[in-house]
């Protein structure tokens, strides 16, 4: 059987006795797209049926699709238990912006960075003129500052569970 196939069978056995407590280890590694959904709409339904659902997983997305809490642990500590909700508050917002000059861009990176004291770099690719900018709570004041540009593209980039992992100290 594929990899895939193999998980399949495994989360089958996992809930075929319907029981109330599930330890999950990295369940949708080896699915595809498909599957993946299909198995957090199962998680989501058994979550409503009152189960207690233990999972294990570096998937940011199925994390905060899934999950009420999580527990963050490093070299086997457990270093925080955090409420999804606040976790993705803890998130940061990284932002690549395209502007339609490299005049613009080289002043949106200056102003900006020091007028709110954060983040920015100029991103050389081929001939667009891109700004990588990190915000860590409002999108508000990025916002009013690009209305004072021409702006052709702005692409947000999600952090990863990995990068918010790593910010954690045990």
């Known amino acids: 059987m594929s990899k895939g196939n193999k998980q399949k069978v495994g989360i089958v056995c996992a809930f075929m006795n319907d029981p109330d407590v599930i330890i999950l280890d990295e369940p949708t590694s080896g699915l595809d797209p498909l599957m993946q959904k299909r198995f957090i709409d199962l998680i989501i339904s058994e979550k409503h049926k009152g189960k207690t659902i233990l999972m294990s997983s570096h998937i940011f997305e199925e994390i905060e699709k899934t999950c009420d809490r999580t527990a963050i642990?490093?070299?086997?500590?457990?270093?925080?238990?955090?409420?999804?909700?606040?976790?993705?508050?803890?998130?940061?917002?990284?932002?690549?912006?395209?502007?339609?000059?490299?005049?613009?861009?080289?002043?949106?990176?200056?102003?900006?960075?020091?007028?709110?004291?954060?983040?920015?770099?100029?991103?050389?690719?081929?001939?667009?003129?891109?700004?990588?900018?990190?915000?860590?709570?409002?999108?508000?004041?990025?916002?009013?500052?690009?209305?004072?540009y021409d702006i052709l593209d702005i692409k947000s980039v999600n952090q990863t569970l990995e990068e918010?992992?790593?910010h954690f100290d045990y």
């Open 164 to 166: 918010l992992f790593m």
């Open 73 to 148: 642990l490093k070299k086997g500590k457990l270093i925080s238990i955090e409420n999804i909700y606040e976790l993705k508050t803890k998130k940061n917002k990284v932002f690549e912006i395209v502007f339609k000059t490299e005049n613009d861009a080289v002043k949106f990176n200056t102003e900006f960075s020091s007028k709110y004291n954060i983040k920015t770099e100029i991103i050389n690719n081929q001939n667009n003129y891109i700004v990588k900018t990190v915000l860590y709570n409002d999108i508000n004041i990025l916002i009013k500052e690009l209305s004072n």
